[in-house]
């Protein structure tokens, strides 16, 4: 992989010598942008903001389906699991691994979370990450 270029900025003495009228436009927006892009390229980018996914949190208590909005403008093709808590704060201790079961419908509906045992009181917080394709 490419390392980021060593340069951040332009100075602005640099194009305003031959182009004064351009540099006094262009100078601040575009170190601006490299700027912005030196940042998100240096370990900062995120799903949130940088990928066509959403990050969601819903509560599992054996209830399904749980539907969930999708905000994003193309549907999902998949769904990771991030993390999962107790909503009590007590330990998960998993001894399965779990995914989801899931379907697409204008919004994410979860049918089951296979491997989380759940019920109105043992309710889990599980966040995830949809991503489009």
Do not use: C
């Not at 270029?5 to 194009?15: M, N, T, Y």
């Not at 009228?21 to 799903?47: G, H, Y």
């Not at 007590?90 to 989801?100: D, E, I, N, Q």
């Amino acid at each position: 992989m490419a390392k980021l270029p060593s340069f951040r900025r332009i100075a602005a003495d640099v194009l305003a010598k031959d182009y004064p009228d351009l540099a006094e436009l262009m100078i601040s927006p575009l170190n601006n942008f490299m700027e912005s892009v030196t940042r998100a390229l240096n370990k900062q980018l995120t799903f949130s903001d940088n990928m066509d996914a959403q990050v969601i949190t819903f509560t599992s208590d054996g209830t399904f389906p749980v539907k969930l909005r999708w905000d994003r403008p193309s549907k999902p093709i998949a769904l990771w699991i991030g993390q999962i808590t107790r909503v009590d704060g007590a330990t998960v201790g998993l001894s399965t691994a779990v995914t989801l079961e899931w379907t697409y419908t204008g919004q994410i509906e979860i049918l089951d979370t296979v491997g989380l045992t759940s019920s109105s009181t043992d309710q889990h917080q599980v966040t995830i990450i949809g991503v489009t394709g």
